[in-house]
């Protein structure tokens, strides 16, 4: 027996920018809200220029076109698989920790 399963999608209708903040209103009324220095181009953007934002795809994504900036519904509803959030920075490795490179095989010169 096979059922069908009907994939919700959680779309975007409105979106609100403060100093701090950008929070994002979906269609089955759930709010999130993020903190704006998650994205450098709206914190170095104007008040107006973050108002002037535009939903694309039917709201699977915000777009700004004053400050060139796209974000997707799924990155705001599951950030760590799209960013690296402050917690999850990279580590550093010293050279004994990576993987040694395998060394080329030399060729003869062809005479």
Same mark, same amino acid.
Do not use: Y
């Given at each position: 027996?096979?059922t069908?399963v $009907?994939?919700?999608?959680?779309?975007?209708?409105?979106v609100?920018?403060?100093?701090?903040?950008? %929070?994002?209103?979906? %269609?089955?009324?759930?709010t999130?809200?993020?903190p704006?220095a998650?994205?450098?181009?709206?914190?170095?953007?104007? &008040?107006?220029?973050?108002?002037?934002? $535009?939903l694309?795809?039917?709201?699977?994504?915000?777009?700004?076109? %004053?400050v060139?900036?796209?974000?997707?519904?799924? %990155?705001l509803?599951?950030? $760590?698989?799209?960013?690296?959030?402050?917690?999850?920075?990279?580590?550093?490795?010293s050279?004994?920790?990576r993987?040694?490179k395998? &060394?080329?095989?030399?060729?003869?010169?062809r005479r």
């Amino acid at each position: 027996m096979s059922t069908l399963v $009907e994939r919700a999608e959680a779309l975007a209708v409105d979106v609100r920018c403060t100093d701090d903040d950008l %929070s994002v209103v979906f %269609s089955d009324g759930r709010t999130v809200a993020v903190p704006l220095a998650w994205f450098p181009r709206l914190v170095g953007a104007s &008040a107006k220029q973050r108002a002037g934002w $535009e939903l694309i795809g039917g709201g699977v994504g915000i777009h700004w076109e %004053s400050v060139d900036e796209d974000i997707s519904v799924a %990155s705001l509803l599951q950030p $760590e698989n799209f960013m690296r959030l402050p917690d999850k920075a990279l580590q550093p490795t010293s050279r004994a920790q990576r993987p040694a490179k395998k &060394a080329k095989p030399v060729r003869a010169a062809r005479r």
